[in-house]
């Protein structure tokens, strides 16, 4: 598995990489050998040998600089904090994790939540398929939360009780914590709606819950927003939106010493890693 997501990530966008880093490389080199040969011309003869040696040195090197990643991380100069973006299973992850829920905190599997999702798995592994007491954390978390009006009876399928965009609850303990953040509204439709300005709103408030209940620890998020929430938004453009975010609220005040952003391989073809690699370069200050 490790071997085929290396390999799709260096045939999808590495391979242009790695040409023009070679070019660079073999220019360099070139520049180098070129005016030995003014003063040792009989030390420095090249030949057509020497060129293909020079050519597949240049790959062999842009090929070690740019060898395809798995996971890239760049350290805030203040505060102490990393930020990460890798591919992997969320629920493998150590620390507290975020769970992206909708307005009505939906659990239930199939028609309404998809069972390959963030927020399906989260049933499965971590309550074991136990709905009931699911349903039960979500409700009793809850209850110092205001509601967004009254019950929304003509919603036939699943919760009915509205909350407001970016409410966010913990579940778990000190060791282990699950911050669900409702990020779009669940229409009667049963299909999810959300925006940039929705997701951003939603940040904020995840992070002024982590500050409070996760103690400066790692923290993990998935790509909230993508799939089936229909924002219209690029994965790419929705992890510099969740970077962004960590990085102004951290300015702000501390939120956590890492944050890791966990795409699943699967993913891999509608995310540049490289184009990520160098937004975080230029974003994190």
């Given at each position: 598995m490790n071997f085929?997501?290396?390999?799709?990530?260096?045939?999808?966008i590495g391979i242009w990489r790695i040409a023009t880093t070679s070019i660079s490389i073999f220019g360099f080199l070139w520049l180098l050998i070129e005016p030995l040969g003014l003063f040792i011309p009989d030390a420095i003869t090249l030949g057509?040998?020497?060129?293909?040696?020079?050519?597949?040195?240049?790959m062999l090197i842009s090929i070690f600089l740019r060898f395809p990643k798995k996971s890239i991380s760049r350290k805030l100069s203040s505060p102490n904090s990393t930020i990460e973006i890798k591919l992997g299973d969320i629920f493998q992850e150590k620390g507290h994790l975020v769970v992206g829920?909708?307005?009505?905190?939906?659990?239930?599997i199939g028609?309404?939540?998809?069972?390959p999702s963030v927020q399906g798995q989260f049933l499965l592994k971590v309550y074991k398929s136990e709905k009931i007491k699911l349903d039960t954390d979500i409700e009793e978390a809850l209850k110092t939360h205001k509601e967004r009006g009254k019950e929304d009876l003509s919603k036939l399928k699943g919760n009915q009780r509205r909350y407001p965009i970016g409410t966010t609850i913990s579940l778990g303990n000190f060791d282990r914590r699950y911050f669900l953040v409702a990020y779009g509204s669940m229409g009667n439709d049963l299909k999810i709606q959300s925006n940039a300005d929705c997701i951003w709103h939603s940040l904020s408030n995840l992070w002024e819950q982590v500050?409070?209940?996760?103690?400066g620890e790692q923290i993990s998020i998935p790509v909230i927003g993508s799939n089936l929430a229909r924002t219209n938004l690029p994965r790419v453009v929705l992890v510099k939106l969740i970077?962004?975010?960590f990085l102004i609220g951290s300015k702000e005040e501390f939120i956590a010493r890492k944050l890791t952003i966990v795409i699943p391989p699967q993913d891999l073809e509608y995310v540049n890693l490289y184009d990520l690699e160098d937004f975080l370069k230029t974003a994190v200050f």
């Open positions: 085929q997501i290396y390999l799709k990530i260096f045939l999808t057509l040998s020497g060129y293909i040696s020079l050519l597949v040195s240049s829920f909708n307005d009505v905190f939906d659990t239930e028609e309404i939540i998809a069972e500050r409070l209940k996760g103690h970077i962004t975010s």
